[in-house]
C-alpha cells in the first residue's frame, strides 16, 4: 500500500509506546480484550474464547516479533540520523507493511474462529460503533466544511504529529509547515468514502461467516487486499499524495534543528529500547497486537 498513511499510523502508534508501552505491554490481554468487546460485544464464551487464543498469540509475539521490531526501529533510526530520503521512506513503509502482513497471517484463523461465532445483534453493534467512528472522523477532519476549513484540521494535525516527535515548533516553522503542506492535494474526504466501503464490505462478509472453511481464507485476504476496490480517482490521488508527501517530509525534516532531532531520534530509540527489554520477559501476560489487528486493523 503505497500511501503516507501508513507512516503516519506508525508513528501514532510509536508515540504512545514511547509514553506507555513498557505500562501497556503486560496488560494487553486486558487491553485488547476490552477493544475488541467494544466493537462486537462479545458474551462471556466468546470472551473467554478470544482471550485463550489471544494469549497464545501474544507469548508468540513477544518471542518472536519484539526482537525484530527493536532491530528494526534500530536500523531506523541509524538511517534517519543523518537526514530523511525517499528510498529510507519506502524502506521503512516495506517494512511496516511486512510486519503487519505477517501479524495477519499468524492471527486471521483466529480471528475467523471467534467472528464465525458473531450473533446477528452483535454485528448491528458493530455497525453502530462504525457509524461512531466515521463521525468521529469527519468531525477531526472537518469535512463538512469548505475547503480552507479541511486545509486548517489538516495543517492542526499535522503539526501536532510532527510536535510528537521533534517537542514544540517555532511560530517560523509552523509557517514553513503550512507553506509546505498547503499545496498537497485534499484526500480526507476520499478516505472517508473508502473506509465507509470497507467497513460495508466487512460486514457482507460477516455474514457468511458460517460457511466454513471458506470464511477464513477469505477473511485473511481481506486483511491483506488493502487497495482492492479503490475507485480510479482515489487510487490516482492517494499516489500523488503518496509522493507529495514524501517530499514533505523530506523538507520538514530540514527544517528541524539538531536538537529537535535529536528528541525525536531519543523517543524512537527509547521504543526499540522497550522492545528488547519486554521480549527478554517471561510473563504469562505479556504482549501486542496479535488477533486483535488481525480483527480490527483496518477499523
Not at 528510498?87 to 505477517?102: L, Q, S, T
Not at 460503533?129 to 469535512?143: A, G, H, I, S
Not at 470464511?215 to 488493502?226: G, Q, S, T, V, Y
Not at 476496490?229 to 499524495?241: C, Q
Request: glycine share 4%; with cysteine.
Amino acid at each position: 500500500m503505497r500511501r503516507i498513511r501508513i507512516i503516519l499510523a506508525l508513528l501514532a502508534v510509536l508515540t504512545a509506546g514511547c509514553t506507555a508501552l513498557r505500562l501497556a505491554y503486560p496488560q494487553a490481554d486486558i487491553l485488547l480484550g476490552w477493544r475488541a468487546n467494544s466493537y462486537f460485544d462479545l458474551d462471556h464464551d466468546q470472551r473467554r474464547d478470544f482471550s485463550t487464543r489471544l494469549d497464545r498469540l501474544l507469548a508468540w509475539h513477544r518471542d518472536e516479533q519484539l526482537p525484530d521490531y527493536a532491530s528494526f526501529l534500530t536500523a531506523a533510526i541509524n538511517k534517519a540520523e543523518h537526514g530523511l530520503n525517499p528510498e529510507d521512506i519506502a524502506w521503512f513503509v516495506d517494512g511496516f507493511k511486512a510486519r503487519y502482513r505477517i501479524i495477519v497471517n499468524r492471527g486471521a484463523n483466529d480471528a475467523a474462529e471467534v467472528l464465525a461465532t458473531l450473533a446477528s445483534e452483535q454485528i448491528v453493534a458493530l455497525q453502530k460503533r462504525f457509524e461512531k467512528d466515521n463521525l468521529k472522523f469527519v468531525d477531526e477532519n472537518e469535512l463538512d466544511g469548505g475547503t480552507e476549513k479541511r486545509k486548517r484540521a489538516r495543517l492542526k494535525k499535522m503539526i501536532g504529529q510532527i510536535e510528537d516527535w521533534t517537542g514544540s515548533l517555532t511560530r517560523e516553522q509552523e509557517h514553513q509547515v503550512a507553506a509546505l503542506l498547503d499545496p498537497i492535494p485534499l484526500i480526507e474526504h476520499l478516505r472517508h468514502q473508502d473506509r465507509m466501503r470497507r467497513q460495508h464490505e466487512f460486514v457482507e462478509l460477516l455474514k457468511t461467516r458460517r460457511a466454513k472453511p471458506d470464511f477464513a481464507p477469505r477473511l485473511h485476504e481481506f486483511l491483506l487486499a488493502w487497495e482492492r476496490g479503490h475507485t480510479p480517482e482515489y487510487a490516482r490521488l492517494s499516489d500523488e499524495v503518496y509522493e507529495r508527501r514524501v517530499q514533505f517530509f523530506i523538507l520538514v525534516d530540514k527544517l528541524l534543528t539538531s536538537e529537535q532531532r535529536k528528541h525525536a531520534l531519543g523517543r524512537l530509540q527509547k521504543f526499540a529500547d522497550d522492545c528488547r527489554k519486554l521480549s527478554t520477559r517471561s510473563p504469562a501476560r505479556a504482549g501486542h497486537e496479535g488477533i486483535e489487528t488481525a480483527i480490527l486493523a483496518l477499523f
